[in-house]
Every structure is written in C-alpha cells, then in structure tokens.
C-alpha cells in the first residue's frame, strides 16, 4: 500500500489496518509454541475473530488523546504545587487517606501494567492483545501520575517517603500486595477475570469513586485531577473486562464453569481488599462523600446486581460471597479502623479516635450497628486516651492465610464473635478470616501456603534489618522491624494528635491568613 | 484440589514449624473481648507449660482490658480449634496436645467487656 496516497482512511478500515492487521500466524514455530499460556487454563478458544473491541482505538489515536490528558493533569499539578494547594485541604487527618493511597495502590497500578502487558503477549488473538497493551500503558500511566500528584505532599509531610520499598514488607501492605501476586501468576484468562472483570468491572467504583470525590469533597485538587484524567481509562478498562468475559462465554460452553470459580474467587478477594477502602471513607476522610454502606449499597448491590442479571442469559450466577458481604457491610469499616487504631505503631500514617460529631455521624449511618457494638469501643479508648493511656497493641495478629487481614471479621451470625475457619492441609494448619476465603484456600491449597505472612515472617527472624541479633539480651523486637519498613518510630506512625504533620499543618496554615 | 499449572505445581509451606527457630506457633483468642481485634499469633517451645500463659503470656497481651484482672481462671473456659478443651496448666504445650499452628480461644463467664457490648 502507498502511505503517501494522500486519501484519509475510514474509521473502520484505519481500525482494521491498525489492529487486526497487525497480526499474522507464525510458520516455523507452530503458534501453540509461540503462545504457550493460552490454553493450559482449560478456556476454550475457537474464534478469536470474533473478539468485539468496542472503543476501536488504534495506537495512534491513544498516543494522542492520552498526551492531551497528560498536558491538562500537569497543568493543573503544577498550580497546586506552585500555589501550597496542600494547604487548602479540609484538616491534616485527610492526608493520611493519600499515604494509604500512595503506598496500598499506586504500586497495583504498576503491576497493574506488568499484568496487562504479560496477558498481552500470552493471548494469540489480536484484538485482547490491542486491547491489553493499551490498559497496560494506562495503568503505568496511573501509577506515575499518582506518584507526580502525590510528591508535592512527600515535601511536606511524613509517611509519604517509601512506598515501594514498603509494600513488600510493611504488613498491612501485604494485603493488596497478595491480591495482585495472587493474580499476576495465574494464567492469563484467569488474569482477566480477576483484574479486568472483578477489580475494574465489579469493585472499581467503590475504589474510585470514593478516593476521588473523597478528593474533591476536602479540597485536593492534586488527587482529584488525576483521578479524573484516570476516569476515560477506567471506562475502557471496565469495557474490557466486560468483553473478556462475554467473549469466553460465547466461545464454548464448557468455559462457564470455569469462568464462574474465577468470578466468585475474585469477588471475594476484591471485596476483602475493600476493607480498607471502607474504613477510610468512614473514618479517615474529615470531609465525608457518604457511608461505606451506601457506596456499597449503590455500585455493589445495585450496579452490581444489574451486571449480573445481564450476565445470566449467559448462566453466570451473581457470586456466592454476596450474602456475607451484605451482612458486612454493617461492620468492617469500624473492625478496620479499631485494627489500625490499635497497631497504630506499626503504620505508616496516623490514626485518630473519631471527634463526637464523627461518633454521632457513625451512629446515624449505621443504626443497626454502631451504637450497639462499636460506639463503646472507640468511646474507650478516647477517654483512656484523655487520661494518657492511648491503646497501642503491640503483641502481633493472626493473619488469614488467603487474604492476609488480621483475623478481625465477625461471624455472619453474630457480630460478637470472631470468625475462625481452618483447613488441614499436608500435616500443617492454616486459619483463615471467612467462608470465602476457606473455599479459596481449599480449591488451591498449594498455592496459597507459599503466602508471605508478616507476623509469620517476623517471627521467622526474617524482618530484622541486616545486622539484628534477636538473641540479644533485651532485644526489642517492634522497632527493629519499623527500622525494616524504613518507618520512623515517633515520626510517620502513632496518633495524629501530638503529630509532626499535625503541628506544621497547622503552623503553616496560620502563616496563610495571619502576619504572625 | 490441585493448582492448575504449566508444570508440576509443588512448593515447600513458608510456615513449617522447622523454621521457626525451635518454637512453634499458637494462636490465643479472648472470646466477647474484641477490643483485641484478632487473635494473637505467639511463637513458643513446645515444652512450655501451659500454665505459663496464664501467668506470664495473657496478662502482658490482654492487659490493656479492665476485664483482664477480673477473670476467675477456675471457671475460664478453653476452646480449641472452636471444640471445648481441658488443659491440664502442668503439663507442657505439646503434652496439652498442641500442634504448631493449633487455635485456642479462652471464654471468661459473666465478663462480657466494655458497656457489655464484647467489646
């Protein structure tokens, strides 16, 4: 074809050029050599030409609409970092939701892109792989933006200094951390039903919407604009996912089953990430969008449902973790934020009793719960607080072995008593936090007693700076591992109240509007 | 059910008790007190005597609560991996017939926590 012809392509032959043609069949490596991942899964394949992409975006056309976003996004950095927009923000507790942000996700969104890229290479269609290969710039593009929108901060404030090298160590990082290594090395269908369908299709909005409008509700234009310049790509991505799945679907029946195990498997460990996200929304944001339980109730239960109902012609059944997470939706933001409270020497952001007018907040938002079973608690401790005795846990938690949280979920029968689930597998014991997680475990149990579990790790010796002799007379253990998790003792961790990031918030904000 | 792999899928667990330096893990839950918010993971010599947790483990990991000076240990009830259990406090860990990574849950009657509310 003559590239110099002059006569502009149609939108619909330029796709075809730029995709499909694209691809062509090896002969002298025969493809399922070439492609080795692609089928070990059990997915049937017959067509792979009958992949829909539904945005028809060609790599040229992405470059360009992506370098607009970019342009617009740094402009707007570069005001709020000019302009102290730090300042601006609803009450210094709000920066501690950016920490959790900074280290718990951004690092997903690159793996994220490692993910995307792998499943790229490894699908021998070429419609996935377009498709893949764009998600896999978005996400690295989403991990840098949010790290650029959140530096201004790290000059600023404590916690904000190291979060890659934190979120293979600290413990509580290892939750969305397990979540994505869980992922990364499945094959690459099981991949895009765990990233692509369960965590952009299903659970995404409860992740964005929240951080985002938690943005903007307390005044941080930063985290807000990149928020929505991630916004059309989480469209495409949600897309996507949803395409993969109709795709295998549609492809051979004998994928349903298949497909089905992925889908409850990965519900339930996306909602168990979640956790965090609803204890932020509930505790963390001084400015509040809503309640853990109506976002739950809004993007889960009816956005959610309504996907499955349109799934069902298919023979998808919505995921058998619902009715528990619709009982949990009652408690796991006030278990969460009382863990962090709690441990809140081993965190790399501050914690805080929630102010009278937070606790009357919590009881009308949650009048099933709250006041019966939680408002004593945190009262409590604040009064303990008040009197100098601020709860700090320092003996370390069961984990679950599956999702990796402190085993601080209650049983779905009743509220007042933990949740205790075990499994024997090879002559050794493991413990996890739910149903959910039990079935996980035992429909893989060799992959999952390979976790890497902080406290288990800890006391193996493994989470000592180089040097440490726990030996040691008088050896103490906790700050050698906050030395290990590059966190300051005294500086990035404990309560907000007496902070660092507290006292300069407020020293600097004074020197905004005062001339003393 | 086994992993489906590319290959023959066998690891090695990241727990056996053969890593932990001569201890082996036990787990202590206080049932209707959660104000602990999970069970403590403890590492322990397995010819510990059971009786030392009650003097020397519970009071240093549970004594934030106010409950915790209360407890008549003569009616506290043990549980192990959720069924009724009756260590006898002389006699070692291993000899109660704990296992490394084994669960046990004590229950306090008539303590109920804060306000009540298991807390």
């Given at each position: 074809m003559d590239g110099r012809s002059g006569k502009k392509l149609g939108l619909k032959e330029r796709y075809s050029l730029m995709t499909r043609g694209l691809g062509w069949d090896t002969t002298y490596q025969p493809m399922d050599k070439v492609f080795p991942y692609d089928k070990f899964e059990g997915i049937k394949i017959h067509d792979w030409d009958k992949w829909e992409d539904p945005f028809?975006?060609?790599?040229?056309?992405?470059?360009?609409?992506?370098?607009?976003?970019?342009?617009?996004?740094?402009?707007?950095?570069?005001?709020?970092?000019?302009?102290?927009?730090?300042?601006?923000?609803?009450?210094?507790?709000?920066i501690n939701t950016l920490k959790l942000f900074l280290t718990g996700i951004s690092p997903l969104e690159y793996m994220a892109h490692r993910g995307f890229a792998h499943v790229g290479r490894q699908m021998r269609g070429v419609g996935p792989r377009v498709a893949c290969l764009m998600q896999s710039l978005d996400e690295i593009r989403h991990s840098q933006t949010q790290i650029h929108s959140m530096s201004t901060y790290n000059k600023h404030y404590n916690g904000f200094h190291d979060f890659l090298h934190m979120i293979e160590r600290v413990w509580y990082l290892s939750v969305p951390r397990s979540f994505f290594d869980d992922a990364y090395t499945s094959g690459p269908f099981e991949y895009m039903i765990a990233i692509g369908f369960s965590f952009e299709y299903v659970l995404t909005n409860l992740l964005f919407v929240p951080f985002i409008s938690g943005a903007a509700y307390n005044g941080d234009m930063g985290a807000m604009t990149f928020g929505f310049s991630a916004q059309s790509d989480e469209a495409r991505h949600m897309t996507l996912g949803l395409e993969c799945i109709k795709f295998m679907l549609e492809q051979d029946p004998a994928n349903l089953p298949i497909v089905q195990k992925w889908i409850d498997k990965w519900a339930w460990r996306g909602i168990r990430v979640l956790t965090l996200v609803g204890m932020m929304m509930d505790y963390m944001l001084p400015k509040r969008v809503m309640s853990w339980k109506e976002a739950w109730e809004i993007y889960f239960e009816q956005n959610g449902g309504a996907l499955f109902n349109d799934l069902a012609r298919y023979g998808i059944k919505a995921p058998k973790c619902i009715a528990q997470a619709t009982i949990d939706k009652e408690h796991i933001s006030h278990q969460a934020w009382a863990t962090f409270y709690q441990y809140g020497a081993a965190a790399d952001f501050h914690t805080w009793s929630p102010t009278p007018s937070e606790l009357d907040w919590l009881s009308q938002k949650y009048p099933n719960t709250f006041d019966k079973y939680y408002r004593p608690?945190?009262?409590?401790?604040?009064?303990?607080?008040?009197?100098?005795?601020?709860?700090?846990?320092?003996?370390?938690?069961?984990?679950?072995?599956?999702?990796?949280?402190?085993?601080?979920?209650?049983?779905?029968?009743?509220?007042?008593?933990?949740?205790?689930?075990?499994?024997?597998?090879?002559?050794?014991?493991?413990?996890?936090?739910?149903?959910?997680?039990?079935?996980?475990?035992?429909?893989e149990p060799e992959k999952y007693i390979q976790a890497w579990l902080p406290v288990h790790q800890i006391y193996q010796g493994n989470c000592f700076?180089?040097?440490?002799?726990?030996?040691?007379?008088?050896?103490?253990?906790?700050?050698?591992?906050?030395?290990?998790?590059?966190?300051?003792?005294?500086?990035?961790?404990?309560?907000?109240?007496?902070?660092?990031?507290?006292?300069?918030?407020?020293?600097?904000?004074?020197?905004?509007?005062?001339?003393? | 059910m086994p992993v489906i792999a590319v290959k023959k899928y066998e690891f090695a667990p990241a727990d056996s008790q053969d890593k932990f330096h001569g201890a082996q893990l036990l787990y202590i839950g206080w049932e209707d007190h959660l104000m602990f918010c999970a069970p403590f993971a403890f590492p322990f010599p397995p010819d510990m005597p059971f009786g030392a947790l009650q003097q020397n483990v519970i009071p240093g990991a549970f004594g934030y609560h106010p409950d915790l000076a209360k407890i008549d240990w003569s009616t506290a009830q043990w549980f192990k991996s959720g069924k009724p259990f009756k260590p006898d406090p002389a006699k070692s860990l291993a000899e109660n017939g704990l296992k490394h990574k084994d669960v046990i849950r004590f229950r306090t009657p008539g303590l109920t926590g804060i306000a009540g509310c298991c807390t």
């Open positions: 028809r975006m060609t790599m040229d056309a992405y470059w360009k609409y992506q370098a607009e976003k970019e342009r617009k996004l740094y402009a707007i950095v570069d005001a709020f970092a000019q302009n102290n927009g730090h300042l601006g923000v609803t009450d210094a507790r709000y608690r945190y009262e409590y401790w604040a009064e303990q607080h008040k009197q100098g005795k601020r709860f700090y846990n320092t003996t370390l938690p069961q984990l679950c072995q599956v999702c990796q949280i402190p085993m601080l979920f209650t049983e779905p029968t009743d509220p007042t008593k933990l949740c205790y689930r075990e499994s024997d597998y090879k002559n050794n014991k493991y413990h996890m936090c739910s149903d959910g997680c039990k079935e996980i475990f035992d429909n700076p180089e040097g440490t002799d726990p030996t040691k007379p008088g050896f103490e253990p906790l700050p050698a591992v906050l030395k290990y998790y590059h966190l300051e003792n005294g500086r990035d961790n404990l309560d907000f109240e007496g902070s660092e990031d507290q006292k300069n918030f407020a020293a600097w904000r004074q020197l905004t509007t005062t001339n003393l | -």
